[in-house]
T-cell receptor
């Protein structure tokens, strides 16, 4: 119930391509779904987030697609660049709760 | 200022040592967090402070002792650690009423010998 399942574990994409990372959850009480980007030796940084009242949110090259009925959400990185190479974590949390449930992470490598 | 700072960046300690990790934020956030992150794993919540009071302790061993002296500062006191406690320790903060949006510091890389 508390898990967020993330796939794939790792991803290699050519420069200019589209990177897609998927997550699924079970707890319908979750109401906030952020994506974090983490570079080696650094803390995670909030990249983009969505709430379940919208099906899509776009910020620059980054888009979250959200399917409430399927309890799935995904991150799309358009025109992927080598500088996007990092670990990406999806996450979910409940309203008023301090706990953020993280997915296992996806290591993205963008080939130049 | 949208930054969470942590000191030191790296720490090496023996199992009998006592050391402290420090975290500071000046975003006016009233919730602060300690996470532990092992290599290739997601962050794992340890403690949460809300309005300077301990709100969550995720059954963390007593060799880790958190402290929140004021709304901007968060400490993690370490004593008698084990080698398996070696990890990246992350501090985060958020608004207490919008506690989902967490801002993370760069972390302290801890090695226990």
């Amino acid at each position: 119930q508390q898990q967020v399942k993330q796939s794939p574990q790792s991803l290699i994409v050519q420069k200019g391509g589209i990177s897609i990372i998927n997550c699924a959850y079970e707890n319908t009480a979750f109401d906030y779904f952020p994506w974090y980007q983490q570079f080696p030796g650094k803390g995670p940084a909030l990249l983009i987030a969505i709430r379940p009242d919208v099906s899509e949110k776009k910020e620059g090259r980054f888009t979250i697609s959200f399917n409430k009925s399927a309890k799935q959400f995904s991150l799309h990185i358009m025109d992927s660049q080598p500088g996007d190479s990092a670990t990406y974590f999806c996450a979910a949390s409940r309203p008023g709760g301090f706990k953020t449930i993280f997915g296992a992470g996806t290591r993205l490598f963008v080939k130049a | 200022d949208t930054e969470v700072t942590q000191t030191p960046k790296h720490l090496v300690m023996g199992m009998t040592n006592k050391k402290s990790l420090k975290c500071e934020q000046h975003m006016g956030h009233r919730a602060m967090y300690w996470y532990k992150q092992k290599a290739k794993k997601p962050p794992e919540l340890m403690f949460v402070y809300s309005y300077e009071k301990l709100s969550i302790n995720e059954s963390v061993p007593s060799r880790f002792s958190p402290e929140c002296p004021n709304s901007s500062l968060l400490n993690l006191h370490l004593h008698a650690l084990q080698p398996e406690d070696s990890a990246l320790y992350l501090c985060a903060s958020s608004q207490a009423d919008r506690n989902n949006e967490q801002f993370f510091g760069p972390g302290t890389r801890l090695t226990v010998l």
